[in-house]
């Protein structure tokens, strides 16, 4: 086991469930199976990535702290917390939760692999870091559904009823996020992957050929399947994101029409709104594709494709978080005054 690893390819634990001829003549080509002369990662590698990974962690529970006890204290003054602050509230205590836990494990499958590596530990840990994946997922969706409804200009009946209604509907809609990603989770806390991969190499009604291709594609549909929660929100986000885009433009092509000349701030702030949505929208898809192939165990646990996903896995929360409080207006007031409060505290 190498130290700073999240988890153990699939191959791993299916090699302790299949006797060895059947291992040997039906291996899943969408695993890669570690070979003999695989080496572990130099201990200065290790090093870097836990260094970078840390860091980033650190940086991510900094700033989604921020953006918590931002809108918490808002909550407490004004006895009431608006729409956007609850979105905002539940997705930065979910990454302040899962970098936190992303850091235990990191520390745990570095200092302790033996303990780590026990089946009822891995397997909690692994539907854990889906729980918290899945939430932090969803509740970006859900920010990026809700300022499509409240900024884009539709006349649609439908449009206009969700802009009427969707203040009301969000709360119920964060919570049924929460239930949705446990009910997720669970197949992972269960190991179902490895159960039914078991159960699929024990059918004995094909030939080999027709039998491996029949497993390779059943199996392909069930991690799909075990993976249907974190496309769901992509498809929400990519959709709320580009129609707000198109709304956007849409509107700067109007006020350019009418202009008179000179430079339009209200344009230039529409500009900035497309940029800001078009990182919003890479980063998240970035997360998700990071996310899928980690989980799926496309790579080898050494390999340089499986330390990316890590790395993109702990970026994304915080690069994703320092643009939020970049781009809300109410994040950034509050960022200036910290600032200010800590440049006069040291030159005090």
């Known amino acids: 086991m190498t130290s700073g690893s999240y988890h153990r390819p699939a191959h791993q634990a299916l090699r302790s469930r299949f006797p060895p001829d059947i291992e040997e003549e039906q291996p899943l080509r969408m695993i890669q199976t570690c070979s003999s002369s695989e080496k572990d990662l130099s201990p200065s590698l290790v090093t870097l990535m836990l260094i970078i990974i840390g860091t980033e962690c650190i940086l991510g529970i900094l700033a989604n702290g921020f953006i918590a006890a931002i809108n918490t204290a808002e909550w407490i003054h004004n006895k009431v917390l608006s729409t956007s602050g609850k979105i905002l509230l539940f997705l930065g205590v979910s990454r302040i939760v899962l970098q936190s836990f992303m850091m235990l494990e990191l520390t745990l499958s570095s200092t302790s692999p033996q303990f780590y590596n ?48 969707i203040s009301r509907l969000m709360p119920w809609l964060l919570q049924l996020s929460v239930f949705v990603s446990l009910g997720q989770s669970v197949l992972f806390f269960q190991n179902i992957y490895t159960m039914n991969c078991n159960n699929l190499f024990s059918l004995p009604s094909f030939n080999s050929t027709k039998k491996k291709s029949f497993t390779e594609a059943t199996v392909i549909n069930l991690v799909l399947f075990l993976n249907l929660g974190i496309f769901i929100p992509l498809i929400m986000f990519i959709l709320a994101a580009t129609l707000l885009i198109i709304s956007l433009k849409r509107h700067i092509f109007h006020m350019k029409s009418n202009a008179t000349g000179s430079r339009d701030p209200s344009t ?65 007031r509050a960022w200036k005054r910290l600032q200010a409060q800590v440049h006069l505290y040291f030159k005090k």
């Open 118 to 165: 026990d089946d009822i530990t891995y397997h909690t840990f692994r539907g854990c870091f889906m729980f918290l994946n899945h939430c932090s997922l969803w509740f970006a969706a859900w920010l990026s559904v809700f300022y499509f409804v409240k900024v884009a200009d539709f006349s649609y009946p439908l449009f206009l009823k969700l802009k009427w209604r």
């Open 268 to 332: 230039e702030a529409h500009l900035g709104a497309i940029r800001a949505i078009s990182y919003f929208l890479i980063l998240y898809i970035f997360q998700v594709l990071a996310l899928f192939l980690y989980m799926s165990n496309f790579f080898d646990i050494n390999s340089p494709l499986n330390i990316l996903c890590k790395i993109i896995m702990a970026t994304y929360p915080v690069a994703h978080s320092i643009l939020l409080i970049q781009d809300n207006p109410g994040l950034k």
